[in-house]
Nanobody, 121 residues
Framework: QVQLVESGGGLVQAGGSLRLSCAAS????????MGWYRQAPGNQRELVAT???????NYADSVKGRFTISRDNAKNTVDLQMNSLKAEDTAVYYC???????????????WGQGTQVTVSS
């Protein structure tokens, strides 16, 4: 009973910015980590950025210095600020969360439905 909903995708010119948001809801005891992944047609899904509940972040080399991930633990939300966008950033972006639904349970991954980001060159 965990649901992730993304928002903020759209069409933007190269060099522009977008901010993606994701909200988790449902039977959540805790969320160990949240992150963003992306997938372009014909490509593998790849990690973009992750953040733990304590704020430790990890970024793909291709987005370092351009993207910033942040989260609000109290609200179970995660954002991705994307600056200096390039055509190669075009993809469907998926929100991910490693969720514990009860104490002492093993976390499992939940995924949002995805939001399209298109960068025109």
């Amino acid at each position: 009973q965990v649901q992730l909903v993304e928002s903020g995708g759209g069409l933007v010119q190269a060099g522009g910015s977008l901010r993606l948001s994701c909200a988790a809801s449902g039977s959540i005891f805790s969320i160990a980590a949240m992150g963003w992944y992306r997938q372009a047609p014909g490509n593998q899904r790849e990690l973009v950025a992750t953040i733990t509940s304590r704020g430790s972040t990890n970024y793909a080399d291709s987005v370092k210095g351009r993207f910033t991930i942040s989260r609000d633990n109290a609200k179970n939300t995660v954002d991705l600020q994307m600056n200096s966008l390039k055509a190669e950033d075009t993809a469907v972006y998926y929100c991910n969360a490693a969720v514990l639904t009860k104490p002492f349970s093993r976390s499992r991954d939940y995924w949002g439905q995805g939001t399209q980001v298109t960068v025109s060159s």
